[in-house]
């Protein structure tokens, strides 16, 4: 491919509910470009974006893609990205990397809950959005239903700039609002015809009320307007184009993937309303401040990785967008996080799971190079004078997890390094060795998520793993003081053990951990045994108590104790320390403490009643409830962790999918009497 000049590229993420047609309208644009000799298909496998061997087993996007086409003097380099909510982080990281979003919708589905999700996550973004209403073609289509749930789900701003001709299996066309023709495609390419009189009037209508929104922003306009003055169709465009940058207008298109009908009408209006590198400028940190950078092919070289992904022949695939300057194969930029020379032996393009050999890759332009040195996801890479970094961004939280069991030793010994490449390919999978259950676990966003992450580790790392069920980090403690006498008395010829040591075990809140006194007088255990003392106690409080769970907010108090001037040592004082603890056990009242979680749900209004009420249910404690984004709700609870180990899943269940919610560790409390008898039977 050639060199284009930042003004002539269009970076653009394809987003929707999965199942609305993004992959299949990736290979119509490719066909349209002339790409590909024909569409392929999801379902048997060949379609260029969905490759890797979890795509086509599953039938679906999984991982986001890059698919370059060449269109009428532009470049477009589309990202294909996964429908399903469990693989957002791979949608987030390509709306980090593009200047606009098309958002695909189903006229037969309407708008659905990963739609509203993926809408909000790029209103905070600020980023460009345009909307391609796919399917058409299909029975029960409809264009008008659609448009209205746009307008009531997504906000204002949507904007129809082409009418369907016909729908359902009827549909052969589309209505340009802008220019007041019709494209005709009974033949297979569009063929610009008069409008059909049938629809003229609605046509329009519309076009009417599609001007009167584009010169609202322009006082000139308005005035012109207001006098008769209709302005042209660049004008109209260039206006609109405006409005497309700041990402307040949201131009809506139609069509049908599978046609290919309205396909080539889309990569016209992204190259004629779609922004530029140039019109956005990249925001970074350097230092304590944020730059702003702009697309400049004669800037200094400046790039940052957005994907990394694995291949089992060539290792670490980097995908990177140039933020400024050129970057030339061999050239050498720094890595400020780690301090690390990069060197690009290799620059090459991707289209799919095929690359295209670069020598030379311009400012706004996205590339791909192997084998980087110690480079991931969201680093940048520039050179040594030119430190800079990505601000905070919004990251997908994960929401279920899953414990691991290598099957074999073998497989033990490679599971840590096939985890650590599945986080770097997807940063949203977070390995965790949990101290307390002592769970090797792999957290995610849902069941499909971790499945294609084990299924990963098999295929791609050849790692074995079972699962197990998560166990609940329970803690013990005391609920009253209890006064002991620790003794640890050993004699076997020569030398034996003697330790004494009295002890005052006392409760202590809530998160205070583990307190040791040294209240001793005169002596009765000298000095250097003292630490001995303790010792023993913090092991066996780690050992775990009377149900054992590790031990935890209570103070020891050493009294008083007896030791022999031959036989004592640290040994048996620690001893004398593990006996005492064991001995206060029985006497001090223990408890079972179980870990609470603080729960964010984001849902809309009508489901927060049942939301609540599932909480209660769940022995959860609503902390308050907020106005969010969209007519959502925010509920806050406090809620037994235990209690929302899969809360994920009955969350997207009770709100058809349209919930989602953050979990965080809080504190401890004690559990229930009857909820502890049950487990300890259990």
């Given at each position: 491919m050639d060199v284009y000049a930042p003004d002539r590229i269009r970076n653009v993420a394809l987003i929707g509910h999965i199942g609305s047609g993004k992959t299949t309208l990736v290979e119509a644009l490719l066909y349209r470009a002339g790409v590909i000799p024909r569409l392929g298909r999801i379902e048997d496998g060949t379609t260029v974006s969905d490759f890797s061997d979890e795509e086509q087993s599953h039938r679906m996007s999984i991982n986001l893609a890059v698919a370059p086409i060449e269109w009428k003097g532009h470049k477009i380099n589309l990202v294909d990205t996964p429908g399903m909510a469990d693989f957002e982080g791979d949608v987030l990281s390509a709306m980090s990397a593009v200047d606009l979003a098309v958002f695909v919708v189903s006229a037969t589905d309407g708008v659905?809950?990963?739609?509203?999700?993926?809408?909000?996550?790029?209103?905070?973004?600020?980023?460009?959005?345009?909307?391609?209403?796919?399917?058409?073609?299909?029975?029960n289509a409809d264009f008008e239903r659609t448009i209205d749930q746009l307008r009531s789900k997504l906000g204002a701003g949507v904007a129809p700039i082409e009418l369907p001709i016909g729908e359902g299996p009827s549909f052969h066309?589309?209505?340009?609002?802008?220019?007041?023709?019709?494209?005709?495609?009974?033949?297979?390419?569009?063929?610009?015809?008069?409008?059909?009189?049938?629809?003229?009037?609605?046509?329009?209508?519309?076009?009417?009320?599609?001007?009167?929104?584009?010169?609202?922003?322009?006082?000139?306009?308005?005035?012109?307007?207001?006098?008769?003055?209709?302005?042209?169709?660049?004008?109209?465009?260039?206006?609109?184009?405006?409005?497309?940058?700041?990402?307040?207008?949201?131009?809506?298109?139609?069509?049908?993937?599978?046609?290919?009908?309205?396909?080539?009408?889309?990569?016209?209006?992204?190259?004629e309303v779609g922004p530029s590198p140039v019109d956005r400028p990249v925001s970074l940190t350097a230092g304590d401040r944020e730059v702003s950078v702009v697309a400049d092919a004669e800037g200094e070289p400046l790039a940052v990785v957005f994907k990394t992904a694995f291949d089992r022949y060539i290792g670490a695939i980097s995908l990177f967008r140039v933020v400024s300057g050129t970057i030339k194969r061999d050239d050498h930029l720094y890595n400020h996080r780690t301090g690390t020379d990069e060197r690009f032996h290799t620059l090459f393009g991707l289209r799919g799971k095929d690359q295209i050999d670069l020598m030379t890759l311009g400012a706004g332009d996205i590339g791909a190079i192997a084998k980087l040195a110690d480079t991931e996801t969201g680093d940048t890479l520039s050179k040594r004078s030119q430190p800079v970094g990505l601000p905070n961004r919004r990251k997908a939280i994960p929401t279920l997890s899953t414990a691991l069991v290598p099957v074999s030793?073998?497989?033990?010994?490679?599971?840590?390094?096939?985890?650590?490449?599945?986080?770097?390919?997807?940063?949203?999978?977070?390995?965790?060795?949990?101290?307390?259950?002592?769970?090797?676990l792999l957290h995610g966003m849902g069941e499909m998520h971790l499945t294609i992450a084990l299924e990963r580790m098999a295929s791609k790392f050849g790692v074995a793993v079972t699962e197990e069920t998560v166990k609940v980090p329970y803690r013990e403690t005391i609920s009253h003081p209890a006064q002991v006498e620790g003794k640890h008395k050993k004699q076997s010829g020569g030398h034996g053990q003697y330790g004494v040591c009295t002890v005052l075990f006392e409760p202590l809140p809530e998160g205070s951990g583990f307190e040791f006194v040294d209240a001793t007088k005169g002596g009765s255990i000298p000095k250097q045994y003292l630490p001995a003392v303790e010792k023993g106690i913090r092991q066996a409080m780690e050992a775990g108590g009377k149900h054992g769970f590790p031990v935890t907010d209570l103070k020891a108090t050493c009294l008083d104790g007896k030791y022999h001037s031959v036989d004592?040592?640290?040994?048996?004082?620690?001893?004398?320390?593990?006996?005492?603890?064991?001995?206060?056990?029985?006497?001090?009242?223990?408890?079972?403490?179980?870990?609470?979680?603080?729960?964010?749900?984001?849902?809309?209004?009508?489901?927060?009643?049942?939301?609540?009420?599932?909480?209660?249910?769940?022995?959860?404690?609503?902390?308050?409830?907020?106005?969010?984004?969209?007519?959502?709700?925010?509920?806050?609870?406090?809620?037994?962790?235990?209690?929302?180990?899969?809360?994920?899943?009955?969350?997207?269940?009770?709100?058809?999918?349209?919930?989602?919610?953050?979990?965080?560790?809080?504190?401890?409390?004690?559990?229930?009497?009857?909820?502890?008898?049950?487990?300890?039977?259990?």
């Open positions: 659905e809950p990963s739609t509203e999700h993926y809408w909000m996550a790029a209103d905070e973004l600020k980023l460009p959005r345009m909307i391609f209403i796919n399917k058409l073609d299909r029975d066309g589309v209505a340009d609002l802008f220019r007041d023709k019709a494209y005709i495609y009974d033949s297979g390419s569009a063929t610009e015809v008069e409008m059909p009189e049938d629809m003229a009037q609605h046509e329009h209508e519309v076009h009417d009320q599609l001007v009167e929104g584009i010169v609202v922003a322009d006082d000139d306009l308005v005035a012109d307007y207001l006098d008769g003055k209709i302005p042209s169709v660049a004008v109209l465009e260039e206006t609109m184009k405006q409005g497309v940058i700041e990402a307040s207008v949201f131009p809506v298109v139609c069509g049908s993937a599978t046609g290919p009908v309205g396909v080539d009408r889309l990569a016209d209006f992204i190259c030793k073998s497989d033990e010994t490679k599971m840590a390094e096939a985890l650590q490449r599945l986080h770097a390919e997807d940063p949203t999978l977070i390995v965790e060795q949990n101290p307390i259950t002592h769970q090797t004592s040592s640290e040994l048996a004082f620690s001893m004398a320390g593990r006996a005492a603890f064991n001995e206060a056990l029985a006497q001090a009242g223990p408890v079972i403490l179980e870990p609470l979680s603080e729960v964010s749900i984001i849902a809309p209004s009508e489901f927060q009643g049942d939301i609540m009420g599932d909480m209660t249910s769940r022995r959860g404690r609503v902390l308050g409830t907020n106005s969010g984004l969209a007519g959502n709700q925010i509920v806050t609870a406090l809620v037994p962790t235990a209690e929302v180990l899969r809360y994920s899943i009955d969350l997207r269940s009770m709100t058809g999918g349209r919930g989602r919610h953050t979990a965080q560790p809080a504190n401890y409390q004690e559990l229930p009497a009857s909820v502890a008898s049950r487990m300890v039977d259990a």
